[in-house]
Antibody, heavy 119, light 110 residues
Framework: QVQLQQSGPGLVKPSQTLSLTCAISGDSVSSSSTAWSWIRQSPSRGLEWLGRTYYRSRWYNDYALSVKSRITINSDTSKNLFSLQLNSVTPEDTAVYYC?????????WGQGTLVTVSS | QSVLTQPPSVSGAPGQRVTISCTGSSSNIGAGYDVHWYQQLPGTAPKLLIYTNNNRPSGVPDRFSGSKSGTSASLAITGLQAEDEADYYCQSYDSSLSALFGGGTKLTVL
């Protein structure tokens, strides 16, 4: 059974960088048959896909246009995890952040991390 | 404002049938991209309910079904039960392969 365990701070100051990690068990971050995404949810924006990383002989990243200039998703094959970095955050980035697995449908989700952007 | 439009709320009595619509455009659902549905209970992550328009993952009751036509899709729930009270979201893609979600529909079991 695939499990995704998220970790990272729940409070980030405005203009700083939001960083979260997602540890994978039951699958491999370098699997060539799936993809690994970050998705966030807030009352104002609903569910919003932020981006994904996946391996197909080499690593690829796709990012949502709304955050493309501020986001980086990386993978660490030695630890079997992937991470999110979102730069220059504002209070509008306050949300529950989820890591997730899936190429088309999302079949496994992390537990979610509430990240509040506040001074 | 979500690209995929869902009604904010629907309701039904136990045992009844309800449907939730998901309206997109020629840039997403109408372009042939599949639709997936998720159920989210309070305080939990979304759970995959229907994938590729009309397929149920193992463990999802056959009371749940999906369909897709043109630029829209629908989720139907028959034999409504109290435990079905949740938020439901549709999901598809656009030509940039960005995942798109609907705004969500709150189902109330009367």
């Amino acid at each position: 059974q695939v499990q995704l365990q998220q970790s990272g701070p729940g409070l980030v100051k405005p203009s700083q960088t939001l960083s979260l990690t997602c540890a994978i068990s039951g699958d491999s971050v370098s699997s060539s048959s799936t993809a690994w995404s970050w998705i966030r949810q807030s009352p104002s924006r609903g569910l919003e896909w932020l981006g994904r990383t996946y391996y197909r002989s080499r690593w690829y990243n796709d990012y949502a246009l709304s955050v493309k200039s501020r986001i980086t998703i990386n993978s660490d094959t030695s630890k079997n995890l992937f991470s999110l970095q979102l730069n220059s955050v504002t209070p509008e980035d306050t949300a529950v952040y989820y890591c997730a697995r899936g190429v088309k449908e999302i079949d496994f989700w992390g537990q979610g991390t509430l990240v509040t952007v506040s001074s | 404002q979500s690209v995929l439009t869902q009604p904010p709320s629907v309701s039904g009595a136990p045992g009844q049938r309800v449907t939730i619509s998901c309206t997109g455009s020629s840039s997403n659902i109408g372009a042939g991209y599949d639709v997936h549905w998720y159920q989210q209970l309070p305080g939990t992550a979304p759970k995959l309910l229907i994938y590729t328009n009309n397929n149920r993952p193992s463990g999802v009751p056959d009371r749940f079904s999906g369909s897709k036509s043109g630029t829209s899709a629908s989720l139907a729930i028959t034999g409504l039960q109290a435990e079905d009270e949740a938020d439901y979201y549709c999901q598809s893609y656009d030509s940039s392969l960005s995942a798109l979600f609907g705004g969500g529909t709150k189902l109330t079991v009367l």
